[in-house]
């Protein structure tokens, strides 16, 4: 039986097919943007399984209607040719079949041992990795993130791939030890790149964030729109951060949404940045019209509630109420069923948080805050990272100041800046509440505090991307 570059047997594969899976590994690891090539060869294929499966993964992994289609069809072409699969490419075959009936813990679960029992897999950890992080599993993330280090401690995608299992478990020295490790072997390694990125924002390290950053970024150009996006969405997270929300509206404008307005997740780097500029008070114009136009056909997708949350959001912030109505709905029928495992984050989390959202986005504060407040205990279970599920934190507070339950917010951004004591907004929001609460000292000395540390982030050259 034919092996591909990891050692791994590979059913029915001739050279042209093996090449072809190789292919895919990097290109899929480096976050490239040449698929097609890819694809045409799976399309070509007649004998190995693992080409069309791999293909099906890639097409559900665009979280569509239309990538459901593809992948059924590229599944059930890997099943005509199963008689000569390997144990470990039917394993693919059933992981990839509970994905698009909707069972992401058993497609979990499949992955994580298919990691244990063939660690050089590292696809197989991608995609375990990907459901680990849809349904907010830190834990899952990590596990198989040191899994496929320890059988592969020459590839500098294993150590990227652990840095983020051990930022989303909050063991950030040793995240930021990793992914300089993974930075040191390969320069151009993105996901490496992102992860330093968590680690530096989880820290409120802003200028070197942006320094950082900055010296990288000309590695993305052949990066995927959802990694070249998402990486200079981080890069404007920094600048926002810095008192620089000028410079980071310009990134959105520029280098954040206009890659593949189609694709989800250059559609929620979009969503996610406009709403934080707003909320630090940025006047962004018609840009949610925009948006809105690409998120209107989503209305019933579902397939990660971190997603669909964002895609409520902006229809709401563009005014779009029938849309909102209709999607609401749609999200509460969701919940009815929902399975046993993925109840927590449809029913106790998505539908408080979206109806907040909604009455956030429209000016009802009060609500917002109380619904919000409801699906904050649960907010991990719905997807995505801790930096990305910090707007819905962000959202909320607002809401509770708007709303005036002021002790409520103090105690949550004293948290933050505690967390990250360098962000000149939070510590005057802090002055805006202790002032509210007559605690005039209080309010004095934070309002000092970000002064000094916008004048001390004005001094400092070359910051703008």
């Known amino acids: 039986m034919a092996r591909d570059g990891q ?23 480096a976050f490239g943007k040449r698929f097609p090539d890819f694809m045409a060869a799976a399309d070509r294929e007649e004998r190995c399984a693992l080409l069309p499966v791999m293909a099906a993964n890639l097409a559900l992994s665009m979280n569509s209607a239309e990538g459901r289609i593809i ?64 349904r907010g599993d830190a834990k899952a993330l990590l596990r ?56 530096l924002e989880a820290r409120g390290r802003l200028v070197e964030g942006v320094a950082f950053l900055g010296s990288v970024a000309d590695t993305w150009e052949e990066c995927n729109s959802f990694m070249y996006t998402h990486n200079w969405w981080h890069l404007a997270l920094f600048l ?11 990134l959105f404008d520029g280098r954040v949404w206009g890659v593949w307005k189609e694709f989800s997740e250059d559609q929620i780097n979009a969503i996610s940045l406009l709403a934080r500029l707003e909320l630090r008070g940025v006047d962004v114009g018609p840009r949610w019209a925009d948006i809105a136009s690409y998120v ?15 895609y409520l959001y902006a229809l709401a912030r563009a005014g779009e109420r029938s849309a909102v ?12 069923g929902a399975k046993p495992f993925e109840r927590e984050a449809w029913a106790d989390c998505t539908v408080p948080a979206a109806h907040g959202l909604a009455a956030h986005a429209c000016g009802d504060h009060a609500e917002a805050a109380r619904l919000l407040g409801q699906a904050m205990p649960h907010l991990a279970t719905i997807g995505g990272s801790i930096a990305q599920r910090s707007l819905f934190g962000a959202i909320h507070v607002d809401a509770l100041v708007r709303s005036g339950w002021n002790d409520a917010a103090l105690k949550i951004l004293q948290a933050d800046e505690r967390e990250r004591p360098t962000i000149p907004a939070t510590k005057r929001g802090l002055a805006d509440l202790y002032r509210k609460l007559g605690r005039t000292e209080q309010a004095m000395a934070a309002e000092y505090q970000a002064e000094q540390l916008a004048r001390q982030y004005r001094n400092i050259k070359g910051v703008a991307a």
């Not at 992981?95 to 990691?115: C, N």
């Not at 929300?245 to 310009?250: F, M, N, V, Y």
Request: a negative charge; hydrophobic letters at 45%; one cysteine or more.
């Open 7 to 29: 050692g791994l047997e590979v059913g029915g594969a001739d050279a042209r097919a093996i090449e072809a899976l190789d292919f895919l590994r990097e290109e899929w690891l």
């Open 71 to 134: 992948g059924t069809r590229y599944l059930q072409r890997a099943r005509t040719m199963e008689k000569d699969a390997s144990a470990r490419e039917r394993a693919w075959i059933a992981a990839t079949a509970a994905w698009l009936a909707g069972d992401t813990d058993e497609s979990l679960e499949i992955h994580e041992k298919m990691v244990s029992e063939w660690p050089r897999d590292l696809l197989a950890g991608k995609l375990g990795q990907l459901h680990a992080f849809n």
């Open 144 to 199: 198989i993130g040191e899994r496929l280090l320890a059988a592969n401690r020459e590839n500098h995608f294993a150590w990227g791939m652990c840095a983020f299992g051990l930022e989303e478990c909050n063991r950030l020295d040793e995240a930021e030890a990793h992914a300089r490790r993974a930075i040191d072997m390969e320069r151009k390694d993105p996901w490496a790149h992102h992860a330093l990125a968590h680690c």
């Open 240 to 250: 926002i951060d810095l008192d620089r929300p000028d410079d980071a509206l310009a």
């Open 296 to 310: 209107k056909g989503r209305l019933h997708d579902h397939f990660v509630p971190f997603l669909d949350l964002q």
């Open 325 to 336: 109505t209709e999607m609401l709905a749609s999200l509460e029928d969701r919940a009815q």
